[in-house]
C-alpha cells in the first residue's frame, strides 16, 4: 500500500536499499547518481565522491529538479543511518524517478567498511 500525505515524509518502514558493496561497484563504474540527504554540514565533513548534497529537510520538487537528475539512471539516497533517506526515496518516487534505492545502514555502514570519502583537506 502506497503512502500519502505527510505519510511519506515518516523515516520509517521499508524501501529498496543496496548494500555498501553494491553502491562503491556502481559508483565506480559511473552508473549511478548519489544524493546524499544530510545537512550541508554533515555532507562537507565526509561525502562519497561525486555525491549531491540536497538536506531532506529542503526537498521539494524544484529543488530535486534543480540538481539535474537523470529519470533514467539509478539513484542512491544516503543519509547517516538510512533514516532520512526513506522518505527521500519515497519523494523521488512519486516525483517520477523509479530507479531510486537508500543506501543499507547509511554513511555509518560506509565508514565502518572504509570505503572510499571525499573529505576537507
Not at 559508483?27 to 549531491?52: C, F, K, M, P, Y
Not at 529537510?57 to 533514467?72: H, P, T, W
Request: aromatic share 8%; hydrophobic share 45%; with cysteine.
Amino acid at each position: 500500500m502506497a503512502l500519502s500525505g505527510w505519510l511519506k515524509w515518516l523515516p520509517f518502514g521499508r524501501v529498496p536499499e543496496l548494500t555498501a558493496d553494491k553502491v562503491l561497484t556502481m559508483v565506480t563504474e559511473g552508473s549511478v547518481q548519489i544524493l546524499d540527504v544530510r545537512t550541508r554540514e554533515e555532507w562537507r565533513r565526509s561525502h562519497i565522491a561525486g555525491a549531491l548534497n540536497l538536506p531532506i529537510m529542503s526537498f521539494s520538487r524544484e529543488n530535486v529538479v534543480a540538481l539535474g537528475l537523470e529519470k533514467e539512471r539509478p539513484i542512491i539516497a544516503i543519509c547517516l543511518s538510512a533514516h532520512r533517506s526513506i522518505p527521500a526515496v519515497r519523494q523521488l518516487k512519486a516525483m517520477g524517478y523509479s530507479n531510486v534505492y537508500q543506501l543499507e545502514s547509511g554513511m555509518r555502514k560506509w565508514w565502518q567498511l572504509g570505503l572510499p570519502c571525499e573529505q576537507p583537506e
